[in-house]
């Protein structure tokens, strides 16, 4: 058993649900595999929780406007993960807010993402 004596970590329940898993799809009836249900999944928000999200009126979504530049570029050569930071990059450093209301120049964004995958992911050549 695992016990982490840094004095900085920490682990804690986030509910009460237990995951029995599914049935993974697989080659052969015979090595049949059981994942999490929430193995294998990707989500990715233009925004943190609380935080607003940004977008040009002529260009739209900061986050939209990277994503897209980014799968272009890199899509069929990198890893989806190594996409999605040079998208957190590309909003946290080459936007900032233009606007006339009190509060709202000069602002930043940051993307999060939160993966779940189990192994890495690739788009076809």
Known sequence: MFECVCPVCLQACRGSDLD?????DSVSEENTQKIPVEADFLYAYSTPPGYYSWRNVGNGSWFILSLCEMLS???????????MTRVNHKVALDFQSSSNLPG???MKQMPCIVSMLTKELYFSK
């Open 20 to 24: 029995g898993g599914i049935e993974a």
């Open 104 to 106: 709202f120049d000069g």
């Open 73 to 83: 570029k890199y899509g069929k050569q990198l890893e989806i993960m190594q996409i």
